[in-house]
Each structure stands twice: as C-alpha cells, then as structure tokens.
C-alpha cells in the first residue's frame, strides 16, 4: 500500500483532524492513481538582499503522481532547493501556486517530510530511536506505544536496529543520514523531500546509501521529490527527471530516466551526455560570446 494511503488511514484512527474538504481530496486523490498528487503551478519565487531583489525560480511548473522518484536537477543556484522548501510550506511562491491532493499549501505539515544534507540535523541529547519517535509525538501522531512500535519499523528497515539506543555523536555520517531517512518515513508522509540527502558523503557511502533508499522505494513504494546537482545520481535515483535552467530556475526538459538497474548502461550514459548538453549548452554559449 502507498504511503500516501497508509497516512489517509490511520490518520482517521489516531484522532488527528483535518477539514472535511482536505479529507475530501486526499479521497478523491487516492481513488484516482493519475491525478497529480503535488501540481506547481507557474511558481515564481523571489527573495530579497540587502541590494537586490532575487529571481530564483520563473514560472516553474511540473506534476508529481503517487509513487514518482522524482528528480529536480540543475547546477548550482538554479533554485531547486529553494523550490523544495516552497512544497515544504517554508517559503510562499511570488507568482503561482503549489497543491498537494488538490489542497492549497501555505504551510509546513506532516503530510511533507523534508530530509537535509547535513548530518547535524538530529537531536543530539536524543539517542537514535528517540529521534525517530520525536516528531510522531509531537504532533501527537500515534500513541507512546504505537510511535515506538513505528519508529522501531522504520529504523528496522535502515538497518539501524542495533544502533537504536546510541546517540548521534556515535554514528558515522551514512549511519545519521538513515536515521533522518528513517525519522522522515516514520512519519508516512504524502511525500518525502529531500533535499541533495547524500551529498556530504565519500563516493562509496553515497553509493550504498542510494542502493539502499531504492531498496526501501522497492519495498515501500513511497513518493519522494528528490534534489541533486549530480547527473549519475539523477539518473539513478529519479523515474522522472525535470532540468532546470541555471539562474534563475526555469524548466529547460522533464524526461524518463532509465529503467531500475539499469543506470551503467549504455543507455544510461547517452541519457547522461544528452541532460549534460541541454542544462550547459547555452551556458557554455554565453561565455563564449561574453
């Protein structure tokens, strides 16, 4: 079952409110597999400096379906994480607007799940299974027993069962990562963000931490909107892949990725030489022509 669908459920169950028109679209998202589960919409985003007023995306638009991996993918400064924490709630768009099953988003909520690139993003008084427990009873999600039982599930999954009763300052930086992984699907999500999540590691750690979080997609099937500046990783990890245009952020392609298990095919390395042509092409033009 869909983790989207999991959190319709037991939402009921655990005494958690919601509107009667947000419960309304969750249903009406989850009877029909092709409506978007997140739609964004021409979103514009600006941001002020002291000198400058900041243009990082313009008019982006792009659709997530339940199950998706989808990849935003760009250089440096395109937006796409400021994008990420425009879908977190964190930022308002200045031009359009962003919905998740229908629904307005003008907030942070527990249906989106943000997982960060640092490894100093856990709490470091609260061993590993605390962590993980934390924001289930903060928003008072399940019960102490039921957010133990599920915190367990998930650390259980990241194989991290015997680390449960350590602290973070004893964990290597993968070891942290999954247990953010671990924190983020506990709390079943609509929709997983993360935001360039392996991107602070040694090539052979990131390697592994890809394998496993496909492994634990295989399993569950979760929805994950997934930022990087790596094409290898992209292609890896994405079902579906929107480029964006260095700044500000504008969507230069949305294409399929290569079949799972195939990303050190020759296929896959054509995919990367065409997504290395169309986000640089015109760069390399402009400085040309500077």
């Known amino acids: 079952m869909p983790i989207g669908a999991k959190l319709a459920s037991k939402s009921a169950s655990s005494g958690v409110g919601e509107s009667r028109s947000a419960a309304a679209g969750r249903a009406r998202a989850l009877a029909d597999p092709s409506r978007p589960l997140l739609d964004v919409r021409g979103v514009t985003i600006q941001y002020k400096t002291q000198r400058h007023l900041v243009t990082a995306t313009y008019r982006v638009g792009f659709n997530v379906l339940q199950a998706d991996r989808f990849v935003l993918l760009g250089p440096s400064g395109c937006g796409k994480s400021t994008l ?14 962003i919905r998740l099953k229908g629904e307005l988003i003008t907030e942070p ?21 605390e962590n993980v427990i934390f924001p289930l ?6 019960n102490a027993k039921a957010a133990e039982e599920r915190a367990m599930h998930y650390i259980k999954k990241v194989n991290l069962t015997k680390f449960a009763h350590s602290y973070p300052h004893t964990l290597s930086g993968g070891m942290k990562q999954r247990v953010a992984i671990a924190r983020g699907m506990a709390m079943e999500p609509d929709i997983l963000l993360m935001d360039e999540p392996f991107a602070a590691l040694d090539a052979l750690t990131r390697t592994r931490m890809q394998d496993e979080l496909l492994a634990l997609w295989d ?25 964006l245009s260095p700044h500000p952020g504008q969507v230069k392609a949305e294409i399929n990725s290569v079949p799972r298990g195939q990303e050190n095919s020759n296929e896959a390395a054509a995919l990367s030489r065409e997504i290395h042509e169309m986000l640089f092409t015109d760069q390399i033009e402009e400085n040309s022509n500077a």
């Open 137 to 142: 009873k903060t928003t008072r999600t399940l």
């Open 109 to 129: 909520g527990p249906d989106r799940i943000m997982v960060f690139q640092e490894f100093d993003q856990l709490l470091p008084w609260k061993t590993v299974l």
């Open 219 to 243: 399993e569950t099937q979760f929805t994950v909107l997934f930022v990087t500046h790596s094409i290898p990783e992209a292609i890896k990890i994405g079902s579906r892949i929107l480029l």
């Open 84 to 97: 990420l924490k425009a879908v977190g709630g964190y930022l308002q768009p200045t031009e359009g607007d």
